[in-house]
């Protein structure tokens, strides 16, 4: 026999508080629209014309069925935002120990690497109570990374970093779905989260074949691209030191000031005269079609590993 749930599994920290959510919203819908409906079937029965002739009472109503009426979808709907709103901002906001996955979508599959070096195709081993910080990027067109289970989805945009993150909690395999159309193979562009013990997961990992890690492989494009010339760690060079600039704000040389998170490192790899740092000349060359965009990932991976130099201690 096979059973076709009403839900997915529930195998994250957030699943079973979203159903929670859902179904909360289901059923304060579905209550005020039976009464709704109950009460105009009563007024259309018990207030109907009897006589040709009849005319309706006049009416002035009531500022406290008004108010009544008012208040209590208010309260209602602001649980509901606050309720939302708090998963959402705690979705947005991965822990700071959690382990970072690069995802890159293209035409028609997922390419995903671990920290470690070990890359798969459509598949995503993880570990158990462990938060997983995934970051996203697109080869070609729009994308979208759907683990139902989890009950997290984002888009993979093109030309942009995305993130999602999600923290399992049960041992398992689960579907990866692609939830926006890509053309021709978009429904055959499905895959598995793998869901181990901690245990069983160094055991994958330390059985994987790797091909450097992410940050091992930004390095060393850093160096082949002759990124070093310019950005030299004592800031003599003709571009800016990238010692500590991930996450700093960062002066253009417009007067504005902007945060260097993800996508600002991406566009200045990609497309470096749209933001030039103040007391720099726009010379960097753009590197649009010359880097993948998992060279990318792995180039914005190594740069945020960047820190400045601890000040020496007086003596």
Same mark, same amino acid.
């Given at each position: 026999p096979t059973s076709f749930p009403l839900f997915p599994p529930t195998a994250s920290t957030v699943a079973v508080e979203m159903d929670l959510l859902y179904l909360f919203i289901t059923a304060v819908c579905a209550f005020f629209a039976i009464v709704v409906v109950a009460v105009i079937a009563f007024f #259309?029965?018990?207030? &109907? &014309?009897? #006589?040709?002739?009849?005319?309706?009472?006049?009416?002035?109503?009531?500022?406290?069925?008004?108010? #009544?009426? #008012?208040?209590?979808?208010f309260v209602l709907s602001m649980v509901m935002f606050g309720w939302g709103a708090s998963l959402f901002f705690r979705l947005a906001s991965p822990p700071a120990n959690a382990m970072e996955l690069f995802v890159v979508g293209k035409q028609w599959m997922w390419k995903v690497q671990h920290p470690e070096g070990v890359r798969e195709i459509n598949e995503m081993h993880v570990p158990t109570g462990r938060p997983v910080r995934v970051t996203l990027g697109s080869e070609d067109v729009l994308h979208d990374y759907f683990i139902p289970a989890f009950r997290v989805k984002m888009d993979a945009v093109p030309g942009k970093v995305t993130t999602l993150w999600f923290e399992a909690t049960e041992v398992g395999t689960y579907l990866i779905f692609f939830a926006e159309y890509c053309g021709t193979k978009h429904s055959g562009m499905i895959g598995q989260v793998i869901v181990m013990t901690p245990q069983d997961y160094e055991a994958w990992l330390a059985g994987g074949r790797s091909t450097g890690t992410a940050v091992q492989n930004g390095e060393r494009l850093?160096?082949?691209l002759a990124c070093v010339t310019c950005h030299k760690p004592d800031a003599t060079g003709r571009g800016p030191s990238l010692l500590g600039v991930f996450g700093s704000t960062v002066t253009l040389s417009d007067g504005r000031k902007v945060v260097a998170d993800e996508n600002y490192l991406r566009e200045s790899i990609m497309n470096s005269q749209a933001k030039i740092v103040a007391g720099y000349q726009g010379i960097m060359p753009t590197f649009q079609g010359m880097v993948t965009e998992e060279n990318l990932l792995q180039l914005i991976a190594y740069i945020k590993t960047l820190k400045p130099a601890a000040p020496e201690a007086k003596k």
């Open positions: #259309t029965i018990k207030y &109907r &014309r009897r #006589t040709p002739d009849a005319v309706g009472a006049d009416i002035h109503g009531s500022l406290m069925l008004e108010l #009544t009426w #008012t208040f209590i979808p850093f160096t082949d």
